[in-house]
């Protein structure tokens, strides 16, 4: 074998080893359409169902993409997979966010895992996979999965709404505060 040969292949062999090393820790989670398929579970309590599903729909008002127009917020999340929100703009006009299609929680057999519950969401672009408000792609299962530690964390609370549509590029430009 010629050595510039050789001298490619292993290097590629320490790219992919470098790659892998850098890739993020994954944490286990649970993940559940809506609460009734969490009760379902046979490994978890009436009690941690619901509180996990209570504490992830009590944040969805604060932490769900806001848009300025129904229209914006179809565009990044599909017809009728919106709804107004509770708040209102500065000038007292309507703001729009979409639907909760699903929520997160850490998993009991991982001590909770340092997942924090959280509503999930699914963009037009994407409809299978569950998407944080934070838009980091937790997959497409529901159950126990593993996900990205990053996706792990509390979203940040949206104090300002979005008028374009693109969730991907939308929600890294959105204005957030710490919640």
Sequence with gaps: MKRSKSIGLITMGISVIALTACDEPKVEALVFDDLQQCLADKDLTREQCESNYNAAKSQHAAVAPKYASQAACETDFGAEKCEQAPQRTESGGSVFMPLMMGYMMGS????RGGVAPQPLYRSADDSKTYR???NKKIGTTTGRT?????AA????????TVSRGGFGASARSMGTAAG
């Excluded at 009991?108 to 001590?111: D, G, L, V």
């Excluded at 593993?146 to 990053?150: D, G, P």
């Design 108 to 111: 009991m057999m991982a001590n």
């Design 146 to 150: 593993q996900i990205a530690q990053s």
């Design 132 to 134: 944080t408000a934070d």
């Design 153 to 160: 964390r509390a979203p940040a609370m949206k104090t300002s």
